[in-house]
């Protein structure tokens, strides 16, 4: 078999050909939002909505009604409990994420234990990216569209706020409400990588790919275009993967996103440490002659 039939092989399956379509798809839009969550410092918060919407998940299956539709609703509760419990105690904001997270995190946990069902709900915790209906894909593609367009539209208000909160209110934008839109972009995109990779792993999707970015450039612009290029390419890889070894697609998806940032953190042109030691060795090679 050569290598061509090994890449053509999978596509000649439908579910294949979705599984890629709809995993690019979600690395793309978590990718791009992953560049703001990592310069802001809320990588917790983002590890919080992804856990935090199970139960929406849950309770939409019972009526009956998409998953997405119950996910964002309890991606959206869970930032304003947030919210809401840090303004009105003296609990610190990573205590009061902590709480809210893994309490709505057990909640659908416990649901998903009583709840009888004939679908196997495991997926959510765990993803089943290879199982998604035509359905599901049209869900993603939408909610996808609207987080990347939002994000795209108030680039240059968010990138304010990112980097000088202050700056950004002195010329009149409100950072509480550039705060309060990209939470909410952040509950959209957790739905959107949920059935890819399961709400346990979405973390990883949000987070992975800016900061393997970040060791790239200093600037954000090319954060922005690095950031859902390398995790496009590591989810078809991991794709690809999970159909030639048989094994979890979601995981593999992760795995070559972390593998990807490891081999930038150590061989990376600007930042790398293989690159920064050799520099440092033959500067001191040099300099003693």
Same mark, same amino acid.
């Given at each position: 078999?050569?290598?061509?039939?090994?890449?053509?092989e999978?596509l000649s399956?439908?579910f294949?050909?979705?599984?890629l379509?709809?995993?690019?798809v979600?690395?793309v839009v978590?990718a791009?939002?992953?560049?703001?969550?990592? @310069?802001? #410092?809320?990588? *917790?918060?983002g590890? %919080?909505v992804?856990h935090a919407v199970?139960?929406? !998940? $849950?309770?939409?299956?019972?009526f009956g009604?998409?998953?997405?539709?119950?996910?964002v609703?309890f991606?959206?509760?869970?930032?304003?409990?947030?919210?809401?419990?840090?303004?009105?105690s003296?609990?610190?904001?990573?205590?009061?994420?902590?709480?809210?997270?893994t309490?709505?995190?057990?909640?659908?946990l416990?649901l998903?234990?009583?709840?009888p069902s004939?679908?196997?709900l495991?997926?959510?915790i765990?993803?089943?990216?290879l199982?998604i209906?035509?359905s599901d894909?049209l869900?993603?593609?939408?909610l996808?569209a609207?987080?990347?367009v939002?994000?795209?539209v108030?680039r240059?208000?968010?990138t304010?706020?990112?980097?000088d909160?202050?700056?950004a209110?002195?010329?009149?934008?409100?950072?509480?409400? @550039?705060? #309060?839109?990209l *939470?909410?972009v952040? %509950?959209?995109?957790?739905?959107?990588a949920?059935q !890819? $990779?399961?709400v346990i792993?979405?973390?990883a999707?949000?987070?992975?790919?800016?900061a393997?970015a970040?060791l790239l450039?200093?600037?954000?612009t090319?954060m922005?275009?690095i950031?859902?290029l390398?995790s496009?390419t590591?989810?078809v890889?991991?794709i690809?993967?999970?159909?030639?070894?048989?094994?979890a697609s979601g995981?593999?998806?992760?795995v070559?996103?972390?593998?990807?940032?490891?081999?930038v953190?150590?061989?990376g042109?600007?930042?790398?440490l293989?690159p920064?030691?050799?520099?440092?060795?033959?500067?001191?090679?040099?300099a003693n002659?």
């Amino acid at each position: 078999m050569t290598l061509l039939d090994l890449l053509l092989e999978p596509l000649s399956y439908d579910f294949m050909v979705r599984a890629l379509v709809t995993t690019v798809v979600a690395a793309v839009v978590c990718a791009v939002l992953s560049c703001w969550l990592v @310069l802001i #410092g809320w990588s *917790l918060l983002g590890d %919080a909505v992804s856990h935090a919407v199970l139960p929406g !998940v $849950v309770i939409a299956y019972v009526f009956g009604l998409p998953f997405g539709v119950g996910a964002v609703v309890f991606g959206f509760l869970a930032v304003g409990l947030i919210g809401a419990i840090r303004s009105t105690s003296r609990v610190k904001e990573d205590a009061v994420i902590g709480i809210v997270f893994t309490t709505l995190f057990a909640l659908g946990l416990v649901l998903i234990s009583v709840v009888p069902s004939q679908t196997d709900l495991n997926h959510i915790i765990f993803g089943n990216i290879l199982g998604i209906s035509q359905s599901d894909q049209l869900q993603i593609g939408v909610l996808a569209a609207v987080a990347l367009v939002v994000l795209l539209v108030k680039r240059r208000d968010l990138t304010l706020y990112a980097f000088d909160p202050v700056h950004a209110h002195a010329i009149g934008l409100s950072p509480r409400r @550039l705060g #309060g839109l990209l *939470l909410g972009v952040l %509950a959209l995109t957790a739905v959107v990588a949920l059935q !890819v $990779v399961g709400v346990i792993l979405v973390v990883a999707m949000l987070i992975i790919p800016g900061a393997t970015a970040y060791l790239l450039t200093d600037r954000f612009t090319r954060m922005l275009w690095i950031a859902p290029l390398l995790s496009a390419t590591s989810s078809v890889i991991g794709i690809y993967l999970s159909y030639w070894l048989d094994a979890a697609s979601g995981g593999l998806v992760v795995v070559t996103q972390g593998v990807t940032f490891g081999l930038v953190h150590l061989f990376g042109p600007r930042r790398g440490l293989v690159p920064t030691y050799l520099a440092s060795w033959s500067r001191r090679a040099v300099a003693n002659g």
